[in-house]
């Protein structure tokens, strides 16, 4: 019922920035907590950063004073500006939706812990 769909990956060489964007769509009413996730093979899928519907963040030690996460609730979007990109930065970055409460038919209804398909960024040295 719901989709996230994220975009914004790509190369870019180190000292460099991006900027991913996560739309979630379906007949969304609200969504509780946003946020970003990655992961490089072999490894745990770790916490880059998450922010509440009200705008309070959190963010992994690694990317403090780098990344800044931000949302817009009217579009149902959640943002990741990455700046002084590092190599080990590279990774597939997912995103996570929530407690998502949707419409369905004539109820509401909850999507809890939602994810996209991942988008991949690379930072070369």
């Known amino acids: 019922q719901v989709q996230l769909v994220e975009s914004g990956g790509g190369l870019v060489q180190a000292g460099g920035s991006l900027r991913l964007s996560c739309a979630a769509s379906?007949?969304?009413?609200?969504?509780?907590?946003m946020g970003w996730y990655r992961q490089t093979p072999g490894k745990q899928r770790e916490l880059v950063a998450g922010i509440t519907r009200r705008g309070s963040t959190n963010y992994g030690d690694s990317v403090k004073g780098r990344f800044t996460i931000s949302r817009d609730n009217a579009k149902n979007t959640v943002y990741l500006q990455m700046n002084s990109l590092k190599p080990e930065d590279t990774a597939v970055y997912f995103c996570?939706?929530?407690?998502?409460?949707?419409?369905?038919?004539?109820?509401?209804?909850?999507?809890?812990?939602?994810w996209g398909q991942g988008t991949q960024v690379t930072v070369s040295s």
């Open positions: 996570n939706a929530d407690r998502v409460r949707y419409v369905s038919g004539f109820v509401y209804k909850d999507d809890y812990d939602c």
């Open positions: 379906g007949s969304i009413v609200s969504i509780d907590t």
